[in-house]
């Protein structure tokens, strides 16, 4: 916990006075309660913080980084970045597709995957995808006493937003997934997207991302009936500079007949 001196942050000219990299979780913890203090991941969208000074706890020596499959279960650590995993072999091809559009390979390479999902708005393929496969987060609240670790549905911590340490994120590996999106050009963030998780049972879980403050949970099924239907009811007001509601909802239809139709071929 030691403060390296004054980093300027290159945007806004805001200032991180104060590092700590702590050794272990409960100093990190202890740290993170103190006011006007942040995590750190890989600090590329934190350099661009709105207040105007801040302190920060770096994570890189917590060990949170490992990926590790657990029997049906992918346990992806919180200060993975997105290339790693993307480099992962139990990384699904869909969830793969999603990380390549996120972000450029050099943001890729620092940006971690707790830091991309507490920053993310609507248009993150990545957690579009990850919504889609009911991801699960684990993350340790930062309140008095002595908190447990909690694990919430990653629909539900976009919502609610909780404060407190994301340590991992779990995705199923007995899913079978699709990805499809519009751009304007193949490397931009999609204007739309759509991302299909399906079980064994026949569980189906439509997501759409695209738009506004995060990705929308379209259909959650027993089976795959009224995808199409659902893909365009979810963006009936998904109106914004980047495209109109109308193009929005046709699209989501498409990009979700087409995930099906992968899903049906896989
Ligand atoms: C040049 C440049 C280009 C970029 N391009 C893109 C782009 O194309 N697309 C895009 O989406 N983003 C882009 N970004 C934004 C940024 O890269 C992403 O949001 C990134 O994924 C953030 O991850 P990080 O690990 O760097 O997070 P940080 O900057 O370290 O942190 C981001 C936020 O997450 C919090 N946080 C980090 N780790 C945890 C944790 N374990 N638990 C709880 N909270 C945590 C931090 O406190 C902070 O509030 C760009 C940034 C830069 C500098």
Redesign the pocket.
């Known amino acids: 916990m030691t403060a390296l001196g004054i980093i300027k942050a290159w945007r806004h000219n805001t200032m991180i006075t104060t590092y700590h990299r702590p050794q272990t979780l409960d100093e990190a913890l202890a740290l993170l309660n103190q006011p006007n203090t ?12 709105a207040v105007d000074s801040v302190s ?1 706890v770096d ?1 890189q020596h917590l060990g ?1 980084d490992s990926l590790r499959a657990n029997g049906s279960e992918f346990v992806i650590g ?2 993975c970045t ?1 290339q790693s995993l993307y480099e992962d072999s139990n990384c699904p091809n869909p969830l793969k597709n999603a990380l390549k559009l ?3 390979l050099n ?1 890729r390479n ?3 995957v ?3 999902i ?3 708005d609507g ?2 393929p990545f957690v579009t995808m990850l919504l889609a496969m009911d991801a699960k987060v684990d ?1 340790s609240p930062l309140t008095a006493g002595n908190p447990k670790s909690t694990v919430l549905g990653l629909g539900e911590y976009l919502l609610t937003r909780p404060r ?4 991992s994120i779990t995705i199923p590996l007995n899913t079978k997934n699709a990805f499809q999106f519009v751009s304007k050009t193949p490397a931009d ?1 999609p204007v739309v997207c759509a991302a299909l998780a399906q079980w064994n049972s026949g569980r189906t879980r439509l997501t759409l991302g695209g738009y506004g403050k995060t990705p929308l949970l379209a259909m959650d099924g027993t089976e795959a009936n009224g995808l199409e239907e659902a893909a365009m009811n979810a963006y009936h007001e998904a109106n914004d500079e980047w495209a109109s509601a109308e193009y929005r909802m046709d699209s989501a239809a498409v990009l979700a007949k087409r995930c099906l139709e992968s899903i049906s071929r896989a």
């Open positions: 942040m995590p750190l991941g890989g600090g590329t969208l934190l350099s661009r913080s920060v994570l949170l919180a200060t997105l996120e972000a450029p943001i620092a940006a971690t707790a830091g991309a507490v920053a993310s248009r993150s993350y407190g340490l994301v340590t963030k």
